[in-house]
């Protein structure tokens, strides 16, 4: 671990949230219509992380990535994934929901998002500066998939919105190593702190 002087910012649990990104069965499960073989392996990683946030009182928010078939809400994006146009994280259908291993506790928030970032057009951001008290959060925690897409725009939006970014490299999943690799890259060398799980849970 670096020398905590030398890092732009200290962690502090309580003053952070933990966001949990699209961990649904479209996403993770076997043969799912996104799967992404990385998000399910770091499942036991994932399950880490949240049970130490929840130990240690720190408020655990989950995203999910919701389409349509009344119309097509994000039409950029099912422009990129043609597949997407008839059938994937239907918004009502199963495979929105969030995996088994991290299902969210009956108090615990939900937000679905249209777009990758999961400020965008969403209460996410009243959420966060509200959950533990008016401007008690100032550090969000990212884990979940797809690291160099939902998770990686999240957390360049977080910083936008002057919220440190506590990027937990273990507990992303990413397409494939490449792609996970540079977001750790850029994340921790602009964006946020890039953490092993490890790391994060020895300061919680």
């Not at 970014?165 to 602009?190: C, K, M, P, Q, W």
Request: proline fraction near 4%; charged fraction near 25%.
């Amino acid at each position: 671990m670096k020398d905590d002087t030398k890092l732009p910012w200290a962690f502090d649990k309580h003053c952070a949230a933990l966001l949990v990104v699209d961990m649904q069965r479209d996403f993770v499960e076997e043969g799912a219509i996104m799967e992404v073989p990385m998000a399910r392996q770091r499942i036991p990683t994932m399950r880490r992380v949240i049970d130490a946030c929840r130990a240690a009182g720190v408020p655990v928010i989950f995203t999910r990535h919701v389409l349509s078939d009344r119309f097509d809400v994000s039409p950029l994006e099912t422009a990129y994934q043609p597949k997407l146009q008839a059938r994937g994280m239907r918004e009502a259908s199963e495979g929105i929901e969030i995996v088994p291993e991290l299902a969210p506790r009956a108090d615990e928030t939900i937000i679905n998002k249209h777009r990758y970032d999961a400020f965008f057009g969403t209460p996410l951001e009243i959420v966060l500066r509200t959950i533990r008290g008016a401007g008690r959060v100032d550090t969000v925690i990212v884990i979940g998939t797809v690291t160099s897409i939902c998770c990686e725009s999240t957390a360049r939006s977080a910083f936008m919105r002057d919220f440190k970014v506590a990027f937990v490299s273990d507990a992303n999943g990413g397409l494939d190593e490449a792609s996970h690799n540079a977001t750790l890259d850029i994340i921790g060398r602009v964006f946020g702190r890039v953490m092993t799980a490890d790391q994060l849970l020895a300061q919680m």
